[in-house]
């Protein structure tokens, strides 16, 4: 059997029934797999979970047993043949419908001969299921087209007009950039640029960040230039929040739901390496991922600390220069690296994300010095989790002024969606 296809199979299931992130897993079963061309495996890995909804609902036309109670083995194995079919054009029919009935005889015993019937006759009806009608039902329409809930689909019909929605929709299923940010403590962007050009990468400077590049071509993260630390891979609107929250050399900061690390380590680079930052995560394992990345990138300011940012420490008490607030949130602005996001039920945990994002915006207000700052960041596009939450904690601390406030979004600043709102704290009045 062959082996790039084995791969995305593996990675797909792991994804289905174990809930793993798709970028993890596929990492993960690259290297154990060892598969000819990555490329392809990435390909119809990312392009399945991209299309899941409308590949069920074409798949739907074609079998008796509704898509929902079918077994995920056999479910995985259409997806990707229903994939090939109708996306990649390199790959001809023959082989597309061959390989999936070799996967089924491996992983779908006894159902190769229904594989190729399905296969065969989405073959014969030109490859083609008309979508439901967009004037009956747009949510639906738009569900179905673009793979996503529709409470996400009703979500953004609600902030924005229908063709902004249809374009935010598109942009979430295309392929973003690998973008990186220089670590400034080693090289300089131009440096750093010269090097990764000279390895045969393509390179571009950042649109919105200077200490970002966007680069093409293999896998640099396998090599020296990495390891060494002279690189971290970040989202320029990550990067942008770090350049809003305005950190400087010898300044006490707080980052208080901190892992992986992605901003403390740019905080540091950022300060020099002068000065102190507290990271505090609420999982004990995300947050010895931060001390290792410092290690890394020979960052030396970060003080790492299991807590829960619901509650207040009450020794850090008006001690922080600048708070940043990178609150947990439904991710709807990162659908580009993680498709799986696209497919979250409404769930209580994602409508009770306000109250929990509200709480810890609030016990880590308490920390920001008198003229500090307190950043409030999310990677998603919810107003409920943005622009609300900031309201309500401004309305209950009129000690605190909103100096600035963005949503970006993917298909206008390409780059995740991302809101940073920026909040400076009143300096206590002199009396005479
Ligand atoms: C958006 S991520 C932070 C990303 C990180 N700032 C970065 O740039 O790499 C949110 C983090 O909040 C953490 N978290 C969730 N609930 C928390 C809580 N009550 N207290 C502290 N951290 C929490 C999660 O474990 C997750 O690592």
Request: net charge positive; proline share 4%; hydrophobic share 40%.
């Amino acid at each position: 059997m062959d082996a790039n296809r084995r791969t995305a199979y593996y990675t797909l299931l792991d994804v289905e029934s174990k809930k793993s992130y798709s970028n993890i897993a596929l990492n993960h079963h690259i290297i154990t797999g060892k598969p000819d061309s990555p490329a392809f495996v990435r390909e119809l890995v990312y392009g399945v979970l991209e299309n899941k909804i409308y590949l069920d609902y074409m798949i739907g036309h074609f079998v008796k047993t509704p898509v929902a109670k079918m077994k995920t083995s056999d479910i995985t194995v259409l997806r990707m043949g229903f994939y090939q079919l109708k996306y990649m054009n390199s790959v001809p029919e023959y082989a597309a419908v061959n390989e999936s009935v070799s996967l089924a005889k491996r992983f779908c015993k006894g159902r190769e001969g229904f594989v190729n019937g399905v296969l065969r006759s989405f073959i014969r009806e030109g490859k083609e299921v008309a979508l439901p009608d967009r004037e009956k039902d747009l949510v639906n329409f738009f569900s179905i087209k673009y793979s996503y809930e529709p409470w996400i689909v009703e979500l953004w019909l609600d902030q924005y007009a229908v063709d902004f929605v249809e374009e935010l929709l598109a942009a979430g299923n295309l392929t973003p950039d690998l973008v990186i940010r220089v670590n400034t403590l080693k090289t300089s962007r131009q440096d750093l640029r010269r090097r990764v050009a000279s390895k045969g990468f393509e390179v571009k400077d950042g649109y919105l960040c200077k200490e970002a590049l966007h680069v093409t071509g293999g896998n640099l993260l396998s090599g020296p230039l990495y390891k060494n630390g002279f690189f971290s891979v970040q989202d320029e609107s990550s990067m942008l929040a770090v350049n809003i929250l305005d950190p400087k050399p010898g300044e006490l900061i707080m980052d208080v739901c901190a892992a992986p690390g992605g901003k403390s380590l740019a905080i540091a680079e950022k300060m020099e390496n002068m000065g102190e930052i507290t990271s505090w995560d609420i999982y004990k394992r995300k947050v010895a991922v931060i001390d290792k990345e410092a290690e890394r990138l020979g960052i030396k300011i970060i003080t790492t600390k299991t807590w829960d940012a619901t509650r207040v420490d009450s020794s850090m008490i008006e001690k922080a220069d600048r708070v940043i607030v990178d609150a947990p949130c439904s991710g709807l602005g990162v659908v580009r690296r993680k498709p799986e996001i696209k497919y979250k039920k409404q769930s209580r945990e994602i409508s009770e994300l306000p109250k929990k994002q509200l709480a810890i915006l609030s016990a880590s207000s308490k920390y920001v010095k008198p003229g500090g700052v307190l950043l409030y960041c999310t990677c998603t596009i919810s107003t409920l989790e943005n622009q609300k939450v900031v309201g309500e904690f401004l309305k209950k601390n009129p000690s605190f002024q909103k100096e600035s406030a963005l949503q970006l979004l993917p298909n206008i600043n390409n780059t995740d969606g991302f809101f940073i709102c920026k909040m400076r704290k009143e300096d206590k009045l002199i009396n005479d």
